[in-house]
């Protein structure tokens, strides 16, 4: 029997039979890892409160042909009741778990950027530390980023030109000069393009005190910029409340 033991996020479960579970985990140091919870379902079960989606968690896992078994688990970072209890903090949350799990499409390929990336978002949202879209905006910027899809907010995308530029093209990378800028475009407010920036590089002094206009053009911007490389819509960005402003508390 081959066990071995990593830090993990639960990204999302799903039934097996009456009383288990099979649980999706992106792992510190071997990925993205399928395993089996069994008798987590039933009310006795050690630790079937500790496998739900947002839970960081220290996992001993046994090795098996296609799904793994959790033998043990230990509680990291609780999150999971602190932001499944609110509804801003749950939908702002779920298209972070979604976003990881379409980036890190292979099983056990090391994603340790993505892991430590996710987790920190995680804590910020479950902690209000900003507001909710502010920290999924992020998030979802900086994990396409890690991925190799990195936009740009002040020097033109796509020739380099010193900025700030007035256009946004999203097949071009992000900010454009007048000369690269192709038809149909965009033209975000120029407040928007510095909450975009401080966004993607952690600025929270200029992201916390942004307007709230700025960050709904914000993340309309994000989500077709990951619509785009992803080839596909986050469908949990269609439940998220964008008429936050402050922190969230």
């Known amino acids: 029997m081959v066990l071995y033991r990593d830090d993990a996020i639960v990204l999302r479960t799903q039934k097996l039979g009456e009383a288990d579970r099979i649980v999706t985990l992106l792992t510190r140091e071997h990925g993205k890892v399928r395993a089996v919870g069994k008798g987590v379902r039933r009310t006795t079960s050690r630790f079937g409160a500790r496998l739900e989606p947002f839970m960081v968690i220290d996992v001993q896992l046994h090795t098996g042909r296609s799904l793994h078994t ?74 396409l980023s890690v991925a190799g899809w990195a936009p740009s907010f002040v020097d033109c995308a796509r020739c380099g030109e010193p900025g700030p530029h007035h256009a946004f093209a999203v097949a071009q990378g992000g900010a454009v000069c007048s000369r690269c800028r192709p038809p149909g475009s965009t033209a975000p407010a120029p407040e928007t393009f510095v909450l975009l920036a401080a966004l993607l590089a952690g600025e929270w002094e200029t992201a916390d005190a942004s307007d709230v206009r700025h960050r709904k053009e914000a993340s309309g911007l994000v989500a077709a910029y990951g619509h785009y490389h992803l080839e596909r819509t986050l469908r949990s960005l269609r439940m998220v409340e964008r008429d936050d402003v402050g922190t969230g508390a």
């Not at 990336?117 to 994990?143: E, I, K, Q």
């Open 70 to 143: 959790v033998t043990q688990v230990e509680t990291v970072g609780p999150y999971a009741r602190r932001i499944c209890e609110d509804y801003s903090l749950y939908t702002a949350g779920t298209p972070m778990l979604e976003m990881v799990d379409r980036l890190v499409a292979d099983e056990h390929e090391p994603a340790v950027q993505q892991y430590w990336l996710l987790a920190g978002a995680l804590r910020a949202l479950a902690d209000r530390t900003h507001a909710p879209n502010l920290v999924l905006d992020s998030y979802l910027m900086r994990a």
